[in-house]
C-alpha cells in the first residue's frame, strides 16, 4: 500500500540555521509529492510540488525540496530558519488511480529556538 | 488565504447528534475533497466529489455523507456522533479530477464531542 513516513515527530532548530526536514515514499509508479505547513490553529498551506521535471523544486517562503527516486525520498530544505517557521509539516504523496488522493505523512513539528 | 471557505470554524456538539460541516471551493474548482485530522488517525482523506458527483471514497465512515450542490459548494453530514469524531474537518479543491492537481485546503472545521 502506498504510504509516506517522516521518521522525525519534532524538530528543534536555532534561528538562522538551516533545516532539512525529511521525507520517504512507498509508491510503485511515479509520485506525485507535496509539503504543506499547518500554522497552530491555521488550514494546510502548499509549500511546494513536484510533478516532473527538475527534482530540485522551489517553493514558497524560501524553502525548497529534492525528489530522489532513488531513495524513494523527497527532503524539505531551507537555509536559514525564522522563528515564524515554527509549525508542523506534512509531506503527501498524490495519488491517480483513476481518481485523486493525497495520502499524508504523520508531520514534523518544527520548533525554532531563539 | 487559499481561497477554500469552511464554516463554521469550531462545533462543540453531543454525543448521538448529528452536524454539518460545509465547504466553498476556490472559484472555477470543480473538485471538493474532505480530510478528517485526529491525533490518533492523523490525515485521512475521506470523501471526493467533482462536479456534483461522487469520484471516490476513503475512510469513511456509514454514519458520514457528503453532497456536493450545483454551485460547487459541499457539506459533510457527521449523524450518531461519537467521542472520537472530535478532529479538524478539512475540505480542500482542484480544478480537476482526471490527473493529479494541486489541492487548496480551507481553514477546517474543529469539531469537538461531548
Known amino acids: 500500500a502506498q504510504s509516506v513516513t517522516q521518521p522525525d515527530i519534532h524538530i528543534t532548530v536555532s534561528e538562522g540555521a538551516s533545516l532539512e526536514l525529511r521525507c520517504n515514499y512507498s509508491?510503485?509508479?511515479?509520485?506525485?509529492l507535496f509539503w504543506y505547513v499547518q500554522s497552530p490553529g491555521q488550514g494546510l498551506q502548499l509549500l511546494l510540488k513536484y510533478f516532473s521535471g527538475d527534482t530540485l523544486v522551489q517553493g514558497i517562503k524560501g524553502f525548497e525540496a529534492e525528489f530522489k527516486r532513488s531513495q524513494s525520498s523527497f527532503n524539505l530544505r531551507k537555509p536559514s530558519v525564522h522563528w515564524s517557521d515554527a509549525a508542523e509539516y506534512f509531506c503527501a504523496v498524490g495519488l491517480n488511480t483513476g481518481f485523486q488522493k493525497l495520502v499524508f505523512g504523520t508531520g514534523t513539528r518544527l520548533l525554532v529556538s531563539p | 488565504d487559499s481561497g477554500v471557505t469552511q464554516t463554521p470554524k469550531h462545533l462543540i456538539t453531543a454525543t448521538g447528534q448529528r452536524v454539518t460541516l460545509r465547504c466553498s471551493p476556490r472559484s472555477g474548482d470543480l473538485s471538493v475533497y474532505w480530510y478528517q485530522q485526529s491525533l490518533d488517525q492523523g490525515l485521512q482523506f475521506l470523501i471526493h466529489y467533482y462536479n456534483g458527483e461522487e469520484r471516490a471514497k476513503g475512510n469513511i465512515l456509514e454514519r458520514f455523507s457528503a453532497q456536493q450542490f450545483p454551485d460547487l459548494h459541499s457539506e459533510l453530514n457527521l449523524s450518531s456522533l461519537e467521542l472520537g469524531d472530535s478532529a479538524l474537518y478539512f475540505c480542500a479543491s482542484s480544478v480537476t479530477a482526471g490527473s493529479i492537481d494541486t489541492q487548496y485546503f480551507g481553514p477546517g472545521t474543529r469539531l469537538t464531542v461531548l
Open positions: 509508491y510503485g509508479a511515479t509520485p506525485y
